[in-house]
């Protein structure tokens, strides 16, 4: 499921964003409103966390602008006012959730898994190929109905290279999907998780793999 964090505080932004990646979530950030805009225009994103202060576009003109093109996004909204009219006004703009600054990051986790229920189906919640099946809403994984115990770093593997249906992964943009810790961020750790992946799918082998190219998982005809 593909997340993006929206604040122009750096430090929050990106420790969002790793702790989510650490969860499982494919986790992009933007730190304002405009790139917040263009990432949602470029790609599917199903959840957003997103500030209400924000430079350049303001949060609200963000969410508003994001429901008036009719974008299934479900938004969580951030805000360091926490009071009720504050509140009212960021639902009736379309969010679908509000939290106010500072917060419990177990909350955020838990109004997160909620909107990931209310995602519509259809918007790559069930993501399948080659016999591979993976539910993205309940986060779990299978291959022809065995359930695979795997961990977040395989999970986010074998997500990433579903969600882009035949295309070509390559080593640094499973790295940049996937990992977030700067010790990380080797090809090595990429190469070594998508090893264990491997072994956990069984044969036959359903991962593609080329130089220069990457991985991929060839999506059914």
């Not at 994984?141 to 295309?167: F, I, Q």
């Not at 992964?169 to 264990?196: C, I, N, Y």
Request: hydrophobic share 40%.
């Amino acid at each position: 499921m593909r997340l993006l964090v929206v604040d122009d505080e750096h430090d929050l932004a990106d420790g969002l964003a790793d702790g989510l990646r650490r969860e499982g979530y494919q986790v992009e950030v933007a730190y304002d409103g405009a790139t917040a805009l263009d990432r949602t225009a470029q790609a599917q994103i199903d959840l957003m966390v997103l500030d209400r202060d924000l430079p350049v576009l303001s949060g609200d003109v963000v969410c508003h602008s994001l429901r008036q093109r009719g974008d299934p996004v479900r938004i969580l909204m951030l805000t360091a006012a926490g009071g009720l009219d504050d509140r009212v006004t960021g639902l009736d703009l379309g969010a679908d959730d509000y939290l106010a600054k500072p917060f419990a990051y177990v909350e955020l986790l838990a109004r997160l898994r909620a909107l990931a229920r209310r995602t519509p189906q259809g918007s790559g919640a069930v993501l399948e190929a080659a016999g591979l099946r993976i539910d993205a809403l309940r986060r779990v994984a299978e291959r022809d109905g065995r359930p695979l115990r795997l961990t977040p770093k395989e999970y986010g593997v074998l997500e990433t290279l579903l969600s882009v249906h035949g295309a070509w992964v390559d080593v640094d943009q499973l790295r940049d999907e996937v990992w977030a810790q700067p010790d990380e961020r080797g090809r090595g750790v990429v190469k070594a998780a998508v090893h264990t992946l491997r072994r956990k799918l069984g044969p036959p082998d359903p991962i593609d793999s080329a130089p220069g190219f990457g991985y991929r998982i060839e999506a059914q005809p």
